[in-house]
């Protein structure tokens, strides 16, 4: 049997796996596996320095595909005016997409004792209830069940039977932790959830942070920098700057509307001091292209690294919905939340924990 493996579809997913190593004793490290999922993420050339830091015993690549994908599959999706019809159209679903999800996987995952998964909605996680393969779950971003609890939004009306087919059954498949073959769920804040489930397990990802060696610290710097010359340019470039303002960029919306938000939020902030922005991984609006004189910090580095910087300092660092509390770079960090985003979009698109 192999040791462990860890399914990531985001370079926070793959970050934290790091972490999740980096914390076990020297000579368990380099036994585990990282699966690095192409559906929601261009990670270029990630693999290559994952191979270089020698954490990991093999970094493969996992061509993943969405539901959306598979012709065969868009049958199942038709509305249905009875309940008992939509079920058996799910329960139908449900089978044969973890069966063609299985046909992508580069590894046999029963080989391994211990299966990680970030973000089990995405297809890996109907592939493994599918064949009863016991897994971890791992949150998919930091406290993101707090704003957005994904299994009981997307299974609102009559919840408690489609957790129960899918907990106690596996005829259908719920994300989070309501897989019958998930053995628990790992979340940062069990305090911050409204709905708290019985198989989230609390493992604070700054405990995992601060156990971390000078050297772990330089592994992850190595890792997850693309251009760790030119982030270090930038940063001694902007360190007089006393007032330094961060903007993190998310995928949010459509990009005419991002670009909006955006453009209106460097007009709110850049009489405080030097706007710096952030670029999500996954954003794809050109923000170079958008603003030629703003210094830009590259897009696939984990908004996490800059943490590892102990001089730098921002006056403060500015998101819309993600997650701030992991940020400790700056003086003020501002989440600017549901209320905002309703200027610029239907309420219903991000409210979604208030319509559970």
């Known amino acids: 049997m192999k040791e462990r493996i860890y399914v990531c579809h985001t370079y926070y997913h793959a970050y934290v796996a790091f972490l999740k190593e980096l914390n076990l004793p020297k000579e368990k490290r380099g036994q585990a596996t990282l699966l690095l999922s192409s559906m929601s993420c261009r990670f270029e050339n990630l693999k290559d320095r994952v191979d270089a830091s020698g954490l990991f015993e093999a970094c493969l690549p996992f061509d993943e595909k969405r539901d959306s994908e598979y012709p065969q599959l868009q049958k199942y999706h038709k509305p249905n005016q009875s309940l008992v019809k939509n079920l058996f159209q799910r329960i139908l679903f449900t089978k044969k997409f973890g069966e063609l999800t299985a046909k992508t996987l580069p590894v046999n995952m029963k080989e391994y004792r211990e299966?990680?998964?970030?973000?089990?909605?995405?297809?890996?996680?109907?592939?493994?209830?599918?064949?009863?393969?016991?897994?971890?779950?791992?949150?998919?971003?930091?406290?993101?069940?707090?704003?957005?609890?994904?299994?009981?939004?997307?299974?609102?009306?009559h919840f408690a039977l489609k957790?129960?087919?899918?907990?106690?059954?596996?005829?259908?498949?719920?994300?989070?932790?309501y897989g019958k073959y998930c053995i628990d769920m790992e979340v940062n804040d069990i305090s911050a959830i409204e709905h708290p489930y019985r198989k989230?397990?609390?493992?604070?990802?700054?405990?995992?942070?601060?156990?971390?060696?000078?050297?772990?610290?330089?592994?992850?710097?190595?890792?997850?920098?693309?251009?760790?010359?030119?982030?270090?340019?930038?940063?001694?470039?902007?360190?007089?700057?006393?007032?330094?303002?961060?903007?993190?960029?998310?995928?949010?919306?459509?990009?005419k509307t991002r670009e909006r938000i955006f453009r209106d939020l460097i007009g709110r902030y850049e009489k405080e001091g030097m706007i710096i922005l952030?670029?999500?991984?996954?954003?794809?609006?050109?923000?170079?292209?958008?603003?030629?004189?703003?210094?830009?910090?590259?897009?696939?580095?984990?908004?996490?690294m800059l943490n590892y910087y102990p001089g730098?300092?921002?006056?403060?660092?500015?998101?819309?919905?993600?997650?701030?509390?992991?940020?400790?770079?700056?003086?003020?960090?501002?989440r600017l939340g549901s209320d905002f985003m309703d200027a610029y979009e239907d309420p219903k698109i991000h409210r979604q924990n208030e319509m559970i």
């Open 115 to 157: 299966i990680y998964v970030f973000c089990d909605s995405d297809p890996i996680g109907f592939y493994l209830n599918r064949y009863r393969i016991p897994y971890h779950a791992v949150e998919d971003g930091l406290n993101c069940l707090k704003n957005y609890d994904a299994a009981r939004y997307d299974n609102r009306g």
């Open 163 to 177: 957790a129960f087919l899918s907990e106690r059954l596996n005829l259908i498949f719920i994300q989070n932790g």
């Open 200 to 255: 989230y397990v609390e493992k604070r990802r700054q405990d995992l942070v601060d156990a971390l060696s000078d050297e772990d610290k330089e592994i992850i710097l190595r890792t997850f920098i693309r251009n760790k010359e030119e982030l270090d340019q930038q940063i001694n470039a902007a360190k007089d700057q006393q007032d330094k303002i961060l903007l993190l960029t998310e995928p949010l919306c459509d990009l």
């Open 278 to 304: 952030k670029p999500h991984p996954r954003d794809e609006l050109d923000y170079h292209q958008l603003f030629p004189n703003l210094m830009i910090i590259d897009a696939t580095v984990p908004m996490e």
């Open 312 to 334: 730098l300092r921002f006056r403060k660092a500015v998101a819309v919905l993600t997650e701030v509390t992991g940020i400790h770079f700056a003086e003020e960090v501002i």
